[in-house]
Each structure stands twice: as C-alpha cells, then as structure tokens.
C-alpha cells in the first residue's frame, strides 16, 4: 500500500490554469478513496516504515500513543516555526522539513488504512476498538491541537508561503502551512473512517464528523480573509482575477472537500458543501458572534472584515467556480454536472448589505463596492447557476431605486464621456444596447451601469422562456416610480430612470415597459426656461421608444400619440430648447424612415403639417436632413404601392400629399432655403409630378395636378436657383412615358420646354451642364427649332458649341432676315418673343450686390447684349405701351432715382456698344419712343463711359462707346449727334451749360484727334450737327467759362483732321457752317463773336477772309438802317481788320 501522498505546491493560483497537480493530493485519488472504501485491507504480512522504524503493519497500530508521540515531536519541529519567517532564499537550517511532513503524512495514512481494514471485521473491531480507543482519542486531540496553532501563524506565512519549488523548498515555514493543508484533509477521512466503526452510534458520529467539516472549512475561510485583507479595494479592482487561495494546494484542498462533503450528503443525507460555507459566512456577517467555531475554545473568532458582504460574494463566486471540476478533476466550466447554486445565502449576504446602509447610500464605498459585487454575481447568475432573479430584483435593485438621483451615468471618460445635452436619442440606444450586449470597458462604467448590464442580460435570456421572471422585476420596479416621483428627478435622475426603463424595454415586453416609461415622464408641451436641459432630456427619452419600436419592428399607432401633439406646438416656436427638441425628432424620424423598406409600422402617424411650419423655422443647416428624408421616404413608397398593396405606404403618400406638396411649391421661390438643397427640393418635385401622373385622384384631392405642377417647378418666374428647374427637367426627361403623358396633360409642353432651356442657358451659368444639354437634346428635337437653322451646318454648330443660348439667338437673327414678307417677319418674331417669355422678370434674380462682380453676372449681361444686338427687331413692337424690347431696357440698362440696383449700371456699361448697335437696326428716326429711349441709355451712362482722369485736367473715353461711332451706320450717327447736341449740349435760362456737356466735347475731341480711326462722316456730322451748337453755346456763357477754350480747341482738332486737310467737301461745308453761325449772332452776340473770329484767326485765317466780305456786308447793313449798335459793330470790326494786318506785317 502507497502511503506516499503529499501536497505539492504548483505556487500562485493562476486564475487562467484550472490543470490539477499531478503529483498532488487530488491525482492521488484521495477523494475517491475517502469516498469509496476499499473492503479488503491486508497489514498481516505487510511492514511499514512509521518514524524511520519499520514494523509489521498488523501490530504497529498497538503502538498508536508512542507513533502519536512521535508524530507531536516532528510537528513541534514544525512549529517553532509559527513566530517568524524567513525572506525568500538560502536557509541555514539544514533540516529537512519536507521528510518531517512526509513522516507525519505516513503515519496518518497507515493508521487511516488500517482503521478501514477492520471496519468490516467486527470480531477483530471488538477486540482492537477497545485497546487503542484512548489512543486514538489522544491521537485526534494531538491533531486538533496542530490544528489550533493556524491562528498563531504570521500573516506573512499564511500570504508568502506558495513557492513554484513545490517540495523542494527549503524554507520550513512553506512546509509548517503545507502541513496544516496535508493534515485538515487527512484529519476528514480519519473522522470518515473512525465513524464508519461506530455504527450503533452513527447520529451522534455524523454530527460530530460535519462538525469538523464545518471547522476545517473555518480554518479555510479565515486564510481567504487575510487574503482578502490585502486587496486593494478600489473603482477598477476586478475580483475575479483575485483569488481566495494562498496556493494550489488551497484551492485542491477547497476541491476536494466540496467533492467530498456533497457526494457524502448524497449518500448519508447530511449538509452540503454549500451549507458548511454559509454557516461561516454567517459568522462573518454577525459582527456579535458569540458561538466560536475552533478546535479548542481557547482559538479567537474570526477577525472582523471592513467588506464583510463583498468577502462574502467573492468567496462564494470563487468557490463556485469550483464546480467547474468534474468528480475526476476535469475542468468543465459551467457544464459541469456538479454545478450547485447558493442563492439564498447570496440573497441574505444583499439582504444584510441592504440593511447596513448598503439601501440608502450611507456607505462610504457604496459604489466601488457594488461595482466589484456585480460582475461577481453577474458571472454567477448568467453563467453558472440555474436562472433565478431575485438576486437582482430584490437585492441588488434595493441598493438603486432610492439613490437614482445620483449622476451615476455621467462618465468622465470612455466612449460615452458627453454631457447628457450632447448624447441623440440613438445615442442613448446604442449605449444601452451595447451594455446589454457587453460591449463596455468595464473599468470604465459605474455601478448602477453594471447592475442595468446584469438587468439587461437577464431578462435577455431568460424573460421568454419564463413570464415569471419578468413579472417578478416588472412587479419591483414600477411599484417604485409615479409620475410626481419622476417630475422632481433631476437631469442625473431621469437619465438612470430612462436607462433603466429602455434596459427593460429592450429585454423584455417593450410595448408594456414604453407605454409605461411615457405615462410616467413629465410632459414635454410645455417649455420651462428653468429646466431646459431636463426638459431636453425627457424628450430624447421618448424619441428612444420610438427607435426602440422601430428596431423591433413593432407598430407605432400605440404611442404615436405621444408624440403628435408636442411635435405640432414645437414646431410652431422659435426657441432654442423647441428647435433642439424638432432637431432630435427629424433625426429619429429619418433613422426610422430610412430603416424600413415596407413602411408598415404605421409611420404615417409622424407626417404632418409640422414639416411645412418647420421648414420655416429651422436652422438652415437641418434643411438637407429635412428634405433627404421625405425625398427617400417618398420613393420607397411609390416603388412599395407600385410592387404590392401596401397599406402604410399608401398612407404615408396620401399624407406627403397632403403636408408636403404645398410647402415643396413654395420651397422654390426661396433661395435661401434651396441653396444646397435644390437637387432635394427639385427630387421632391419630379416625385411629385410622377406620382401625379399614376394617381391623379389623390393629387386632385389635394388641389394639386400634374399640369399645375408641371408649370410651377418649370415655368414659374419666381423660381430664383435654376439649378432647381434644371435637375426637373432634365429628371422628367430621361423616360420617354413620361415625356408622352406630360404632352398630353400639357398643351404647350414644348414652348415650356424651349423657355426653361433659355432661361437656364442665360441665368444658371456655372450649374450642371449636362443637365442644360439634356434640355438642349431635347429642344433640338423640336420641329420649330429645327426649322430656325438656315442650315444642317448650322444646327450641328448649336449642338456643338460651349455657348449654345449665343448660337441660338444669333440663329434667330439669321433665319429673320430671309424672310421676305412683312407677314412672315411678323408672326416669326411672335413666336420667337414666346421662347423670352418674361425674360425681364427673372434675368436679374442672380445678380446682387455682391454676384454684381461675378462670372455668372458678366455672363447674363453678355447674353442680353447679344440678345439686343442681332434680335432687336424681333423685341421691339412699335406702338405697342410694353413691348419687350423697352420693358427689357427699362430693366437690366436704365436705372430709376434712388434705385436699389445701382451696380446694374456698371454691368450695362459692358454691352453699351452692343445694346446702341442692336437699337440701330430699329427705325429710330421715325419712332419717338425709341428717340427717348436711346436719349435715356445716353443721359446715365455717359458719366459712366466718359471718367475724369488727371484730377479733372482730361477725360478717359471708354472703348465700348468709342465702338459705336466705329460700326454705326452715317445716318444713324447722325441721329445720335443730333440727340446729343439737343438735349445735352445747350445752355439753360442763366446761362448754365448741360452737365454732360464738357463729356461731348471731349467725346468729339477723341473722334476727331483720332482721325482715321472713325468714318469720314463723323467728322462731317460733328461740323454740320455739333459745330452750331458749340458755337451757340460760346456766345452765350461768360468771359471766364472754360467752354470758350474748348471750343477754340475744337476749332484747332476740326481743321487739324486729316479728313479736314484731304476733303474740300467737309472745308466747304465747315466754312458754311462758320459763316451761318456768324450771321446769326454778329449783331445779337457782337463782343463775343468778334473774340471769337479773333480767337481762331491764327488757327484758321483763311476761313476768317472767306467771312470779311459777310461781315462788312453785316456792318452796313447795320449803319444803313441805324442800328443802336451800328457803331460799335463799325469799330469792331475796323479793329478785327487792324489786328489782321498787323498778323500779316510780323510775318
């Protein structure tokens, strides 16, 4: 027989390594040999070694009081021990403290085989038991008394006496606590056997043999207290990774009597494992123990434990998780068969907890020491014993319910660390459902967070298959909230509430629990400026219901009404707090609309006529969210109707109809609301327009129809982003069904068409071009556009070109002048006009104060000048009060007094030349209207075109003026000088000359310093049209007016132009002009005409002799008829003769 069983030390538990010592107690078969006793034992011709004396095994049990006195001797050895330790290392004691243990192992062994041998030998039993029954009482009493000397062991033996040497350690304080484990096993098989003798007495043995059960166990718990002692307790401390036991040998010794106390009670009926632990247990809670559970009444009760409950449940989970084991050491984990549970013990551990403070938060640690019970009981419960929820309903839910207040959620740090304000309703969810599901840093959550966590993923497992567990903690929880408890929650308050009513949404009966949660949150009608983040908070508590409904895919229609009628008074304020409140329910909203391709939750409830009113208020960056949504939700509706009957999406289109068409007709007209959004805005309006087309019943419904809606959102002219009519267009365009169901809806669909392209050609500069060349396919198309280009060249140019609105209108020019019959020119200009239908009204829409300066802006006024240019004939229509030609000019060229729109004039000022030479080709002589028109254009831009430069000294003459009298045509240059010279070149009743006066003299001082740059007849028109008038004005200003130089000057450029020199024709008709002007004024202006004559005689004598003979006949004619001023006329001119003579006598 093997006597040869002994611990060995593995060292530190590794909570990761379950794999049993081979050389250990447990592979001994140590269990299975205390359990199952063999029937036959042999020592008749059998020695054994006991104390290094070998004797026959049959009598050395007669010697049990001296082998007892020996066995005292080597642990007394052991035992000096007991008052000091040695620091890990060499040790100078050359004993063998391990051979001692083996010696004291030995002799407990034999004596333990042999009492089995005999058990069932009761003749031999008579004649022994009464020989050595004193011995072995004092044998027992010796061990007890080992036993009792644990307490008396330094803390440092007990915490440091592990080694990874295992046996072949020196140190003899790892063998004295080595032999206090070795010796407790044995001691329990020995009271196994020793009661197995006294079967006439088996109660009273029984009793005394759980006693000692009990006793060890004791002694096992007061070692896991000065372990415990040591943790460090704090908000990260994880217990599980913390075990109880000082060594392997500790927890095998735990393994085995569990093995063995629960497969005896099995047996014989006595306590189970569970039932030894908690009596101990109990003791510890009790701090007024009386009763000591010792070997000897001397031994001290177990020392007081500041965490006494937490000691409790970490003791308990630890030594659950030995269930783990298999009765032949396996390790199974939580499959194991011999899983038991201690939940009444753990309910009474929380019941005391409860009691000491733990309910009312009068701990010190309350929360770090809940957070380390938890995911004790969390493993437990879950993961290894037989679902029960008491544990949590009662227990752990009593350590919450009246603290919810505190701001146990307001983390600092971790994904979740935002402010409640900051956190969306999907926030919420997500980190609630992510707490269900274990995705957190443990280290980082709270304990109320690690309680809803064990919540969560109870109900989760569990609700479905039992009703009775979801009762139990529906029937806790909401006993303990009304709806005035709730109003006084602070922020901190209602977010643990609604963290926990969403926990048990989420895991159990949803409807039940959300219905709940919004009767009992206050009403969020009404804003209080007070509680605006409270108020903030109640609200995205009950979005989440909705995203919770959603995610289970249940029906809205049984709180919708919830929600309805806050949205539609929210919606109506201006407030910060409501804004945020619509701002988080859009986002619910889209996050539910976008998640449901069938739309039969009943989501219609939340489409009414909040979206026209909030599309009002809200900020303009929550618009895209706004109009994304009703834009996707609108085409998952037709595709569902157009598929299936589908019930909730025919009543989401109805409702769409009915709350969204209106404000989408209206959205267009404002461009600052489409801005961005305009390809939403304008999908909303192709949608719309489609959906009319299948189901006109429903738009008629709704005052709506395909042709009205067609007109607004392509032809309206308050229309101000075109990008808006393009992406319409170009949308409605790309299926032909549609296109043939527009015509017949529509009656002048394409001249709708052709306007919507020239309107987007002309204003929408700088948008998506290939939607404009969708439109231009489409319009080339057309037979009347065809028909426009002279030719195929022609019309492939205005496929081609980069700039086809330019091609197009220059093309219309082309084909009006072929038409030969005033009819045909008369009805193509009619239809041409319809093509620039109200082009007045919407061309200047893009242009502000600050686009004046712009591309786009350059680009439309471009496009008007060359629209001027070579069309004119086809705008104008004479005698008519509002022709387009006028109404346009009027418009985008001259600019009323005190006018909003004063940078127009410097956009004008760039098609100046374009916008004369286009008026040109009108009969401007015969039309006074136009006469005033061109005398308007003049009058404003001439102070624009003619700019002071050198501080006033001269005038800069603009190129696009200067243009005019390069390409117009004589006669109508004629027609402009003559307009110039009568209305702005002349004096008033006082003399005064036209403002714009000296801007014509230096305007006539280019064309004339110029020379050949201009046509001959400018130079003819500025003698015969200008020269009177310069002249008139000469005679009429005073001595000192700088209108006297100019016109000498003038005089000086006419005779210096090379046309002057070459052409007798334009000598002869100044001379004739000189000599008219003479005439008249000689007698009526004599001073000012005979300076003048004086003035330009050195510039032009000869012209001065072509007049002498006109003016002596003037003089005469004059003293003949005895004129008042026949004499100074006499001497003047004697004097103007003198001076020419003396002229000829210097040279």
């Not at 752990?396 to 304000?421: N, Y």
């Not at 409702?655 to 209206?666: D, G, K, M, N, T």
């Not at 982003?721 to 296109?739: C, F, G, K, M």
Request: glycine content about 4%.
């Amino acid at each position: 027989m093997d006597f040869d069983a002994v611990c060995n030390c593995g060292g530190k538990v590794n909570v990761n390594d379950w794999q049993l010592n081979r050389s250990g107690l447990f592979y001994h078969k140590e269990v299975e040999n205390a359990l199952f006793l063999q029937t036959e034992y042999s020592f008749s011709h059998r020695e054994v070694s006991l104390f290094n004396c070998v004797m026959p095994g049959a009598i050395a049990v007669m010697n049990l009081k001296h082998l007892t006195s020996c066995m005292e001797m080597q642990l007394k050895i052991l035992s000096r021990h007991n008052r000091s330790i040695t620091i890990s290392g060499a040790c100078d004691d050359r004993r063998d403290y391990f051979s001692i243990r083996k010696m004291v192992c030995e002799f407990i062994l034999y004596f333990r085989a042999y009492m089995n041998s005999i058990r069932w030998d009761l003749s031999i039993l008579e004649i022994i038991e009464p020989e050595i029954s004193k011995d072995v009482d004092t044998l027992f009493g010796s061990i007890k008394q080992f036993f009792s000397t644990l307490h008396s062991i330094p803390d440092s033996t007990l915490l440091y006496a592990a080694s990874n040497l295992g046996n072949k350690c020196k140190q003899p304080e790892f063998h004295l606590y080595h032999m206090h484990i070795e010796l407790r096993w044995f001691f329990v098989t020995l009271m196994r056997a020793r009661t197995m003798w006294y079967q006439d007495s088996i109660h009273m043995q029984l009793e005394e043999f759980e006693n000692t059960f009990a006793t060890v166990i004791n002694d096992l718990i007061y070692s896991a207290l000065k372990v415990f002692e040591r943790l460090s307790l704090n908000w990260t401390t994880d217990l599980k990774q913390k075990t109880p036991y000082n060594c392997t040998c500790i927890r095998e010794l735990w393994l085995m009597l569990q093995i063995f106390i629960d497969n005896f009670e099995e047996r014989v009926k006595t306590k189970v494992f569970w039932d030894h632990v908690n009596v101990c247990i109990n003791k510890i809670l009790d701090k007024n123990q009386t009763e000591v559970m010792s070997w000897h009444r001397r031994v001290s009760p177990l020392s007081d434990c500041k965490n006494s409950e937490l000691f409790c449940i970490w003791i308990i989970y630890h030594l659950s998780l030995l269930y783990g084991y298999s009765s032949d050491g396996i390790y199974l984990q939580s499959s194991s068969p011999r899983i038991r549970s201690n939940y009444e013990q753990v309910e009474k551990i929380l019941k005391v907890y409860v009691c000491k403070g733990g309910k009312d938060g009068e701990r010190d640690e309350l929360d770090t020491e809940l957070k380390i019970i938890i995911p004790l009981l969390h493993d437990l419960i879950i993961n290894w014993w037989k679902p029960r929820i008491s544990v949590v309903s009662l227990g752990l839910w009593d350590c919450f319910h009246k603290r919810l207040d505190q701001p146990f959620l307001q983390q600092t740090s971790g994904p979740w660390a935002l402010s409640f304000e900051k956190k969306s309703a999907a926030d919420i969810l997500k980190q609630i459902n992510d707490r269900i599901d274990g995705k957190f840093e443990q280290s980082k959550e709270s304990s109320y967070s690690m309680f809803l966590h064990l919540l969560g993923t109870f109900l989760k497992n569990y609700s479905k298959m039992d009703a009775k567990y979801w009762n139990q903690v529906k029937g806790r929880v909401y006993t303990r909230f009304s709806k005035s408890k709730v109003r006084e929650f602070s922020e901190s308050g209602l977010y643990n509430f609604i963290s926990l009513f969403i926990t048990l949404a989420i895991t159990a009966d949803t409807t039940n629990v959300c219905l709940t949660m919004l009767e009992l949150l206050p009403s969020t009608n009404e804003v209080n400026n007070e509680n605006n983040k409270k108020h903030n908070l109640v609200w995205k508590g009950k979005l989440v219901c909705l995203l919770l409904f959603n995610e289970k895919g249940l029906s809205f229609s049984s709180i919708a009404n919830h929600f309805t009628e806050t949205i539609n008074l929210i919606s109506c304020r201006k407030d910060e707090v409501s804004r945020s409140m619509m701002t988080n329910f859009v986002d619910v909203l889209n996050k539910i609309l976008s998640g449901n391709e069938k739309m039969d939750l009943g989501e219609h409830h939340f489409i009414g006529g909040w979206i026209d009113r909030y599309l009002l208020e809200c900020p303009k960056n929550r618009i895209a969210a706004l109009l994304g949504m009703l834009a996707n939700v609108f085409e998952k509706c037709v595709l569902q109707v157009s598929c299936d009957n589908s019930d909730g999406a025919r009543k989401i289109l109805d409702a769409l109809w009915c709350f969204v068409a209106s404000r989408v007709r209206q959205l267009v007209f404002d461009p600052v609301l489409s801005g961005d959004n305009y390809k939403d805005i304008a999908k909303l309006a192709v949608i719309f327009t489609l959906e009319g087309i299948r189901d006109p019943a429903t738009a008629k419904k709704y005052k709506h129809s395909v042709a009205s809606l067609f007109q607004h959102f392509a032809a309206s002219i308050f229309i101000k982003d075109t990008r808006i009519t393009q992406y319409y267009l170009a949308s409605l365009l790309e299926d032909s069904q549609t296109v043939r169901s527009l015509k017949t809806e529509i009656v002048n669909f394409d001249t709708t068409l052709i306007q919507a392209w020239v309107k987007c050609s002309i204003v929408g500069h700088g948008t998506d071009k290939e939607e404009l060349k969708i439109l231009q396919y489409y319009i080339t198309e057309i037979y009347e556009i065809q028909d426009i280009f002279v030719s195929a060249d022609d019309l492939q140019e205005f496929r081609n070109s980069n700039e086809p609105i330019l091609t197009f209108i220059i093309s219309l020019m082309k084909r009006q002048n072929l038409l030969k019959s005033e009819q045909e020119r008369f009805h193509y200009s009619a239809k041409c006009r319809t093509y620039f239908k109200n082009l007045e009204k919407w061309v200047l829409i893009p242009i502000t104060e600050e686009t004046r300066d712009s591309e786009a802006a350059f680009w439309i006024y471009r496009c008007l000048g060359t629209l001027i240019l070579c069309i004119s004939p086809i705008l104008y229509t004479k005698n008519q009060p509002n022709d387009m030609l006028r109404t346009l000019v009027n418009k985008v060229i001259l600019v009323p007094e005190n006018s909003t729109q004063p940078y127009i004039k410097q956009l004008g000022k760039r098609i100046f030349s374009m916008m004369i030479l286009g008026l040109e080709k009108l009969n401007v002589k015969g039309d006074i209207i136009l006469q005033a028109m061109i005398r308007d254009i003049f009058d404003q831009y001439l102070p624009i075109l003619i700019t002071e430069i050198n501080s006033g000294a001269s005038f800069k003459i603009s190129d696009i003026l200067l243009k005019c009298f390069k390409e117009a045509t004589c006669e109508f240059m004629r027609s402009i000088f003559e307009m110039l010279m009568s209305n702005f070149y002349s004096t008033s009743s006082d003399n005064v000359m036209h403002k714009h006066s000296i801007l014509i003299t230096w305007l006539i001082k280019t064309l004339l310093k110029d020379g050949k740059t201009y046509p001959r007849y400018i130079v003819e028109h500025i003698i015969q049209v200008c020269l009177p008038n310069i002249f008139g004005c000469y005679m009429k200003v005073h001595d000192h007016h700088p209108h006297k130089l100019h016109t000498i000057d003038f005089i000086s450029d006419v005779i210096k132009s090379p046309y002057y020199e070459e052409n007798k024709i334009i000598r002869e008709k100044f001379q004739t002009v000189i000599s008219a002007a003479m005439r008249k004024h000689l007698t009526l202006n004599m001073q000012p005409t005979f300076e003048f004559l004086r003035s330009v005689l050195p510039i032009t004598k000869g012209t001065i002799i072509g007049l002498l003979p006109q003016i002596e006949a003037v003089v005469s004619q004059a003293e003949q008829h005895r004129r008042h001023n026949a004499v100074s006329l006499r001497f003047m001119w004697n004097q103007l003769k003198k001076h020419m003579l003396n002229m000829d006598n210097k040279l």
